[in-house]
């Protein structure tokens, strides 16, 4: 089954400091996308970084960057210098890309890290 | 370029009443999505759309939910009669077709069921 695990619920970080949110899926497909989003409070999933599963190198989106270990199947998101603005919920989701029954496509989310960035 | 509109924001409602929930996804995406997040939870699928087509409804509650886009552009999702556990955010998100790209989402609509 296809499943995406976030462990830690919620996280705290110093303004100005680096966090690493975690994030492990499972699948047995070859081909496949992992995302990151972010959900502030007013409850819009903002997208933030995709990494495909061929790809060699890891994404990076400005302050954000994946830390794809394909052996491992994890995918953790960093955010450097961290800022007030990016206390959220983040979501870590796997998109299928096989198709199952016509799921091609569909996203797979995880339960979510809360962030909390300290002043 | 406007982003996925959804209405109503918030709905509040008494259990076995009927509900609605519209979006409107962005200027030329095909695909629409319909997901159900629940309190503390990530978004689980409720409905795919391929223009006009349901091309995935295989987590949609059919007893009580159903869903339409006619004319491949706006989509409608009901619930009839309401239930309790029903409570939850609704999100609407929309992608060029094919699966294959990013997907955007609306601000997603409030249900409480009292």
């Known amino acids: 089954a296809q499943k995406i695990t976030q462990t830690q619920p919620g996280m705290f970080v110093q303004e100005k400091e680096a966090v690493t949110l975690d994030c492990t899926y499972d699948t047995s497909d070859p081909s496949y996308g992992l995302f990151w989003y972010k959900q502030p409070s007013s409850g819009e999933m903002i997208f933030l970084i995709y990494?495909?599963?061929?790809?060699?190198q890891n994404a990076t989106e400005g302050r954000y960057s994946l830390n794809f270990q394909k052996a491992r199947k994890s995918a953790n998101l960093v955010i450097s210098a961290s800022q007030l603005g990016d206390s959220a919920m983040y979501f870590c989701a796997m998109r299928v890309e096989i198709s199952h029954g016509g799921s091609q496509g569909n996203l797979i989310f995880g339960k979510g890290t809360k962030l909390s960035v300290k002043p | 370029e406007a982003g996925v509109v959804q209405s109503p924001r918030y709905k509040i409602i008494e259990k076995k009443q009927p509900v609605a929930f519209w979006c409107n996804p962005i200027?030329?995406?095909?695909?629409l999505y319909w997901y159900l997040q629940n309190l503390g939870q990530g978004p689980e699928l409720l409905i795919r759309y391929e223009n006009e087509e349901a091309v995935d409804d295989s987590q949609l509650p059919k007893d009580r939910f159903s869903a339409e886009r006619l004319k491949g552009v706006d989509s409608t999702l009901k619930i009839q009669p309401a239930e309790l556990g029903d409570s939850a955010v609704y999100l609407c998100a929309s992608s060029f077709a094919g699966g294959t790209y990013e997907q955007f989402f609306g601000p997603g609509t409030r249900l409480t069921v009292l």
């Open positions: 200027s030329g995406h095909n695909t």
């Open positions: 990494q495909g599963s061929y790809d060699q």
